[in-house]
């Protein structure tokens, strides 16, 4: 394992989350968490059919009812134009159709009007009152997937994607000769985000400029969304999200509630609240594709992988554009000669579908991984073996190499943490307390990069240092990373540091998306340190009365919050705030930027984070009970800037795969197409009693490729892997293999 940084750093040491008081105490505040005098509070009408036409809507009882100000729909809502997607990540929005455009109906739930009034029960009891009629036209919510007929390149709301992801060598030959050979389909099925805190907008306007108070993963994203829905500058939208309760990828775009509040609060004049319900949560916010995936693997009888063959299909709406890439870690995670990767898209009459954590690689790794455990099997060798066997030497698929992988480090040192020696392979033959034990395992990746970051920085006469970027806090400790980042760079404790972020207003940041935001902001950040700090250097060489007066800014050095002589060492050292104070200045400011990598095109480096999980299950036969018992993961992901909140990202990972791979299953019903188990009695997650003891590994190679630190995301990869490992656990210990998501009671009573 890499050398642990000094202890004088902040950066790798377990950090307390800064904002931790404001949110046990209560203070913090989250969109649904604001009001303003004559809020007015709205409450969506929703379609109760899957697909058709709206013939008629009657909104006179419901325009009658006391406390309503209005019921908003097609021809009285006022223009919402379409917003369309720019490069680089800007104005995404999946469901591109803007709320009530017309009277087509696509899927359950689609918003139809919006009763508005000066309570939420008045707004309520008003859209229960709103009567729609409709033409009806078969929906279609099939589960089961076949591509359909779609051009060879496909467009797709982050670009054109060409269908053959990926082709090397001749895989279907490579797998008719090979000696040993796999043909296995891995299905996974919708999976809804849950977080806790619901979709929720405030809106208000001051003449033309509008203002968001909004649940969002992405304040500069939406900004850009609704300047260009309501026909405004960017300059007149701003969009404040200074805490979110988590969103797992659903809340990195806008959904049409955003729209709908701004637009009623337009017409109304007033401000307006829209929380989006539990139950609207499965229907109109996005959703993780039902995907469904062939793998073909074909080896020598030594265990050399000689073809893969990764052919899928998702769901999506009838509208949207969204791209489910199960095929993105297929063709460099193993050392494979014929590679062929393809994908295919079944459209149906459900909601957009969306990111949510690992989005693409985590069902793809479910598949991939799963068909090697099995080959593993077939080939009666140890599965961590077969996959040490088949390390790449770079990545054969773009012919580069890796900026950084220590895949087989995380895979010996995790064999080593969690006793994998003592693994007797043969099913059913582990016990322990008059359980069955099994135990599984499983490989991960996720990329690496950056986005583009803007960032400032202020040194103030009082000592402290303010840092602030128009990026997002959605609870994975981004207030704490700034916060580290500026007190590696002034060496004021963070304690002393104040971070803004959350508001578009500030220097323009990266969504919280794709375990990126963390690498992206490190150079934006250190760059307008270094500016600041050079700005007081000047000051310090100039100002009448300094200690420093006619010395070269060169000859300066700033530690530990004190200026210095370097030839001197911290003899004589100065703190910055008495040297502003000395010049009749209030501060010294800076501003850094940095640009995206995470997609740029011709790169010299193949980036990825690498990882592994070791997964221990018991299974009583007897009342056929089956429970993960304990997770051990290793993740190679560059630099860790705070372990302590590290930790806790890989940890809610491997919960949430639990759920995906004993869980979660959103069901939609054939007869009219809405779905089913709408709410958290029926949608079942993993909860305290599911969660194991997880420990959580880090490797801790800087990535210089990446940024100044070496550091990588986290957010993601730690969710990657985790079903393969449980599901292979599972096989161990019953004898069954379970290839179709999640796991039930009626797959293992055989």
Not at 553 to 580: E, M, T
Not at 595 to 611: I, L, V
Not at 678 to 687: E, I, R
Not at 705 to 726: C, D, F, H, S, Y
């Amino acid at each position: 394992m890499a050398q642990q940084p000094p202890s004088s750093s902040p950066i790798g040491r377990d950090t307390l989350r800064i904002d931790g008081p404001r949110k046990v105490t209560g203070l913090a505040k989250y969109a649904s968490d604001f009001q303003f005098p004559g809020m007015l509070y709205a409450v969506p009408v929703e379609a109760t059919i899957a697909s058709g036409r709206l013939l008629t809507l009657d909104t006179a009882v419901a325009e009658k009812m006391p406390g309503v100000r209005a019921v908003l729909h097609r021809r009285n809502v006022g223009p919402i134009f379409r917003s369309t997607p720019a490069p680089d990540f800007e104005r995404i929005c999946l469901e591109r159709r803007p709320p009530f455009e017309d009277d087509t109906i696509h899927y359950w739930g689609q918003y139809i009007a919006l009763a508005v009034a000066d309570t939420f029960e008045a707004a309520k009891a008003a859209a229960d009152a709103v009567r729609a009629t409709y033409s009806r036209e078969t929906h279609n919510v099939e589960h089961r997937l076949e591509a359909g007929s779609d051009p060879d390149v496909v467009l797709t709301a982050y670009g054109p994607v060409a269908r053959l992801q990926s082709r090397r060598g001749d895989a279907a030959a490579g797998f008719k000769n090979a000696a040993v050979t796999l043909d296995e389909t891995y299905v996974t099925p919708v999976e809804t985000h849950n977080p806790l805190e619901l979709h929720s907008t405030v809106a208000l306007w001051d003449g033309a400029t509008l203002t968001l108070y909004d649940a969002t993963q992405g304040v500069v994203n939406l900004r850009s969304v609704l300047a260009q829905m309501f026909g405004l500058p960017k300059e007149n939208v701003r969009v404040v999200s200074k805490f979110l309760g988590s969103g797992f990828g659903g809340k990195l775009y806008p959904w049409p509630h955003v729209p709908l509040a701004a637009a009623a609060a337009r017409q109304l004049g007033k401000p307006v609240k829209l929380v989006v319900s539990r139950k609207m949560m499965f229907q109109s916010v996005g959703h993780r594709a039902r995907t469904q995936q062939r793998v073909r693997l074909g080896a020598s009888r030594n265990g050399k992988l000689v073809s893969l063959q990764h052919d899928y299909v998702y769901h999506l709406s009838v509208l949207d554009m969204y791209h489910e890439d199960c095929g993105e870690a297929t063709p460099f995670h193993y050392s494979v000669p014929n590679v062929r990767v393809s994908f295919g898209r079944a459209r149906r009459n459900v909601g957009a579908t969306a990111d949510m954590r690992g989005p693409g690689a985590v069902p793809g790794l479910y598949a991939t991984e799963s068909a090697m455990n099995e080959m593993a099997e077939r080939l009666k060798m140890d599965p961590v073996k077969f996959r040490i066997l088949n390390e790449p030497k770079l990545d054969e698929s773009l012919k580069l190499p890796f900026s950084s992988r220590h895949y087989v480090e995380c895979l010996t040192l995790g064999a080593e943490k969690f006793g994998w020696s003592k693994r007797n392979p043969a099913v059913g033959s582990m016990k322990r307390d008059g359980l069955t034990l099994g135990w599984g395992m499983a490989g991960a990746t996720w990329v690496a990069g950056r986005f583009a970051a803007a960032a400032s920085i202020q040194l103030r006469d009082d000592g402290t240092v303010r840092v602030a970027c128009a990026t997002q806090d959605i609870g994975t400790g981004m207030y704490t990373v700034l916060a580290q980042l500026a007190s590696e760079k002034t060496g004021v404790p963070v304690d002393k540091i104040d971070v803004e972020l959350g508001d578009s207003a500030l220097p323009e940041g990266p969504i919280s998306g794709g375990s990126l935001a963390t690498s992206s902001v490190i150079p934006a950040v250190f760059k307008a340190a270094d500016q600041a700090i050079a700005s007081l250097f000047i000051i310090a060489v100039t100002t009448p009365g300094s200690p420093f007066l006619g010395r070269q800014p060169g000859d300066l050095a700033l530690q530990s919050g004190r200026v210095f002589l370097k030839a001197q060492g911290s003899a004589g050292a100065v703190p910055f705030g008495d040297l502003l104070r000395r010049a009749n200045a209030r501060l010294v400011s800076g501003s850094g930027s940095s640009e995206m990598t995470a997609f740029a095109p011709n790169p010299k480096y193949s980036r990825h984070s690498f990882g592994c999980h070791f997964v221990e299950v018991t299974w009583q036969q007897e009342i056929a009970r089956l429970r993960v018992s304990r997770v051990v993961t290793v993740m190679d992901a560059g630099r860790i800037v705070n372990p302590l909140a590290g930790r806790n990202q890989i940890q809610g990972g491997v919960v949430m795969g639990i759920g995906m791979a004993l869980f979660e299953e959103t069901t939609y019903d054939p007869q009219n197409g809405a779905p089913i188990n709408s709410n958290l009695a029926d949608y079942m997650v993993t909860v305290n009693a599911d969660a194991p003891p997880i420990e959580v590994h880090f490797l801790d190679y800087p990535d210089l490729e990446i940024n100044e630190l070496g550091a990588r995301g986290i957010g993601e990869i730690g969710l990657a892997g985790v079903a393969a490992a449980i599901t292979e656990a599972v096989h161990h210990a019953t004898g069954v293999r379970v290839r179709e998501l999640p796991v039930k009671i009626e797959h293992l009573l055989v």
